[in-house]
């Protein structure tokens, strides 16, 4: 099973996915005016009790994002897999690898808040629509 997270602009919704065809979506969740935020996501996992079952999440960088602490807006290490310092313009093509993130400490390279999920859970949707050209991604 895996766990589907999407935001709109009016709505946040989340779905259970079952691997294969044999069964159908189970939405799980559904809210209106919500935004994607620490705090509504840390609610929405504990109401469905995520911790006990533990799903494998499948949702776009923001949520991801969000999901593993890291702060919100335009903030210097904004990439949840490596080190990646989106303000130094100067080595963004001169510098090809950049450190992995070891371990996510909040206060630390700009994570906010403890993550909700472990890492490994993660993965991003693959949906074309989700891709913003305008906001700058690791």
Avoid at 35 to 64: F, P, Q, R
Avoid at 77 to 86: E, G, R, V, Y
């Amino acid at each position: 099973m895996s766990f589907f997270l999407d935001s709109s602009k009016g709505s946040l919704k989340s779905v259970l996915l079952q691997n294969g065809n044999k069964h159908p979506s189970i939405p799980v969740g559904y809210a209106v005016c919500i935004k994607e935020i620490y705090e509504t996501l840390k609610h929405m996992l504990s109401s469905i009790e995520y911790s006990k079952h533990s799903w494998h999440i499948c949702a776009d960088l923001k949520v991801i994002a969000v999901l593993v602490g890291l702060q919100a807006g335009y903030i210097k290490f904004c990439c949840f897999l490596f080190q990646w310092d989106s303000r130094d313009r100067k080595k963004h093509y001169i510098k090809k690898v950049w450190p992995k993130r070891q371990f996510l400490i909040p206060g630390v390279k700009k994570e906010g808040n403890d993550p909700l999920v472990a890492s490994r859970k993660n993965s991003l949707a693959s949906i074309a629509h989700q891709i913003r050209y305008d906001e700058e991604f690791c």
